[in-house]
């Protein structure tokens, strides 16, 4: 299996999770202990289903960070932002920048594991 984004075997993503480290929600506070918990929970959740839209997108590494940074981005800096409204097709693609690889959340698993 390929590292990162690709990899689709659970047992293999628990490897990448160290112990007590979690992975905070792309949408609200809560954390989970593996990517896939995250993933579901924002699906059912908030509507937002990021690995379908991984997969349309084929994202590579950097597309994924650059992603996930940037939907950490709006979140943080609107209150009333609401995921179920929120696809790539409703946005530019302002989200491809490249000050979108700096982490929003220092050591973030979700961009390591994601």
Request: charged fraction near 35%; include cysteine.
């Amino acid at each position: 299996a390929e590292y990162g984004i690709y990899m689709s075997d659970e047992e293999e993503w628990d490897d990448w999770v160290e112990e007590g480290e979690e992975i905070k929600c792309l949408f609200c506070k809560q954390k989970f202990r593996d990517v896939f918990e995250c993933y579901t929970h924002c699906k059912k959740d908030h509507g937002f289903d990021y690995l379908k839209i991984q997969k349309e997108l084929k994202l590579d590494f950097y597309s994924h960070v650059k992603l996930v940074n940037y939907i950490r981005t709006l979140v943080a800096t609107n209150t009333e932002f609401d995921p179920k409204g929120f696809t790539i097709s409703s946005v530019d693609n302002s989200w491809k920048d490249e000050k979108y690889l700096k982490p929003v959340l220092q050591d973030d698993p979700l961009i390591y594991q994601g």
